[in-house]
């Protein structure tokens, strides 16, 4: 599926709960299952920063496409890091690079994150493009 | 036993929480479809209906700058605004208005302070000694002050229940300590510290002592005489006024041998280019038109405080503090910091298993808003080895139902987030 299918599907989800609540309790389980990161990974380097509580994010390259793995030491971070990785994960770098994370707005998680929680969304996007555009890089100068 | 008893009795004559609460229209509120429970009191109390009023009034008919013109607004905002010292004077029982300086907040109060006082008195090889719960308002300004004076900064410890020891205290007060400046009541604790004695101990010895009062003006009668404080802070914007507000109350003595901490209008006897003298306290700390809006609204809610009596504030407070200490250290997981005998009314806990910000999203969907996170007092969550804690701090226009809906809502939250 190409990434503004993923956001459909997850919109689409979205709007079968009732409220807030119930989303919460879908983020915190998407939270609970997401695939253990590397602990080597979990350092310094892998640090987002703007984020309150601490989350590591790591990509690879794999044929053009990019590999994510994550975590955090909250639970709705790691929910919603989820989230962010179902729709870029293996997507072609340069996608991921100009993607447009709509579903965002649709599901209307900003509007129900606390100021700093939102900041540290744009955070995550801002380091998984990042990390996209580094890897593409990466592949094409060897 | 029996005076408790007959103040219990006379408060709640006087003690209406129904139309203490009317007064309070933001508690009407809807957050997230559900009644707003407003338990952040400690990081700012909201705004009766009288400051605003007393701020809507000045400003549609008696607002122009103070101290300054010879004409009839001028002059009735100037009457206004020093009336607004007097009262704080009272409010406070300094020893004269003069004692009284206006600033923008307790942290600006430290920090003019810490420059004042400290480019003064402080010299290589000085102490300035503070705890281990102080705000970032009561740490970085005297680090920084430090480091421009070659001064030392030593901490007395927090024990685990979060209280100082006076022993500790006593050891660390030397030939040079030069002052001591300690939170009355701690914000992210609760604790109320024994700082009457510690004023003592330290005058023992001719060391003055700074009070960061942003915690305890909003619960408790402060009277600096009778503490024998030589410095007391305090923010507006906790106690029911304005943002915007503080005060700083200095022992003339000191006031007097202290440099301007800013240069400007409002603070001058006379300028030449060659030389400036000050004028006489308060005026030479309050450089720049003051907020005069701001101590209007201010004096409103001071007014409001004496009307419904600390007594009557405090005993509601207890019995919300005694309700919910109760219950969330009944909920399992939950662990509560800061378990001093002497208290306001606020609770730091964890919750184990959960992180305090999904805590405090998960609370804030069903209406109940806390502060979550190291409440500026990053030091202090070292000290417990925590990144953070959820805190709800209650006033007394809260209630024991709001107190049951947090124990209710974290039983929920707890649900979800811990598997
Ligand atoms: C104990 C204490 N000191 C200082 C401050 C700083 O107050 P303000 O931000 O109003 O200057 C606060 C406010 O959170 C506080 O709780």
């Given at each position: 599926m190409t990434i503004n299918e993923i956001q459909d599907t997850i919109i689409g989800e979205f709007s079968l709960f009732g409220d807030w609540m119930e989303k919460y309790e879908y983020i915190i389980e998407l939270g609970k299952s997401l695939p253990l990161i590397d602990?080597?990974?979990?350092d310094e380097a892998h640090l987002i920063h703007g984020c309150q509580s601490q989350v590591w994010l790591h990509g690879e390259e794999e044929d053009g496409r990019i590999q994510f793995t994550a975590d955090s030491d909250a639970v709705i971070t790691k929910g919603i890091i989820a989230l962010l990785i179902r729709v870029l994960?293996?997507?072609p770098a340069t996608e991921i690079a100009h993607a447009d994370l709509y579903f965002i707005d649709r599901i209307g998680l900003k509007e129900h994150l606390s100021p700093t929680r939102a900041n540290g969304l744009a955070s995550m996007v801002k380091q998984m493009k990042y990390d996209a555009i580094a890897l593409n890089g990466k592949t094409k100068a060897s | 036993m029996a005076f408790r008893e007959e103040i219990a009795v006379r408060s709640e004559n006087r003690f209406d929480l129904e139309s203490i609460r009317a007064?309070?229209?933001?508690?009407?509120r809807m957050v997230r479809g559900n009644p707003l429970v407003y338990l952040d009191n400690g990081a700012s109390s909201q705004k009766p209906l009288q400051v605003i009023e007393a701020i809507t009034e000045y400003y549609l008919g008696t607002h122009a700058n103070v101290?300054?013109?010879?004409?009839t607004l001028s002059q009735e905002a100037t009457d206004a605004f020093e009336r607004a010292r007097r009262t704080s004077q009272s409010f406070l029982n300094?020893?004269?208005?003069?004692e009284v300086i206006f600033t923008s907040g307790t942290t600006e109060a430290i920090n003019l302070v810490a420059n004042s006082f400290g480019l003064r008195f402080l010299g290589e090889g000085d102490e300035v000694l503070i705890s281990g719960m102080e705000h970032h308002a009561n740490i970085v300004p005297w680090q920084m002050i430090c480091a421009r004076t070659g001064a030392t900064l030593n901490i007395i410890p927090v024990e685990d229940d979060g209280t100082i020891s006076l022993e500790k205290y006593a050891s660390l007060?030397?030939?040079?300590?030069?002052i001591v400046s300690v939170v009355?009541?701690?914000?992210?604790?609760?604790t109320i510290n024994p700082v009457g004695q510690m004023i003592r101990m330290a005058h023992e010895r001719g060391i003055p002592v700074l009070l960061d009062g942003a915690q305890a003006v909003p619960h408790m009668k402060i009277d600096v005489r009778a503490l024998d404080a030589d410095f007391y802070v305090t923010s507006g914007h906790k106690m029911l006024g304005p943002t915007g507000t503080g005060l700083l109350y200095g022992k003339m003595e000191w006031l007097h041998k202290m440099e301007p901490y800013q240069g400007g209008g409002?603070?001058?006897e006379r300028v030449t280019f060659e030389k400036t003298t000050y004028a006489p306290p308060p005026f030479k700390f309050e450089a720049g038109t003051p907020n005069i809006a701001g101590f209007i609204g201010l004096e409103a809610a001071m007014q409001y405080i004496q009307r419904i009596g600390y007594d009557a504030m405090r005993m509601q407070e207890e019995k919300i503090l005694q309700y919910a200490t109760e219950r969330l250290s009944g909920i399992k997981g939950v662990r509560l910091i800061g378990t001093a005998p002497e208290k306001v009314s606020v609770i730091s806990f964890i919750v184990d298993g959960a992180h305090p910000f999904d805590v405090g999203t998960i609370l804030d969907q069903q209406g109940i808003a806390v502060r979550t996170g190291h409440h500026c007092t990053q030091p202090l969550m070292d000290r417990y080895c925590i990144p953070g804690t959820v805190r709800a701090s209650f006033a007394f226009y809260n209630t024991i139902e709001e107190a049951e809906k947090l124990a209710t809502s974290l039983e929920r939250a707890i649900s979800m987030l811990v598997a």
């Open positions: 602990p080597a990974y979990k994960n293996a997507q | 007064d309070f229209p933001i508690l009407d101290h300054r013109g010879v004409h300094a020893g004269s208005a003069e007060l030397t030939e040079r300590t030069r009355h009541v701690s914000n992210t604790l609760g409002e603070m001058i």
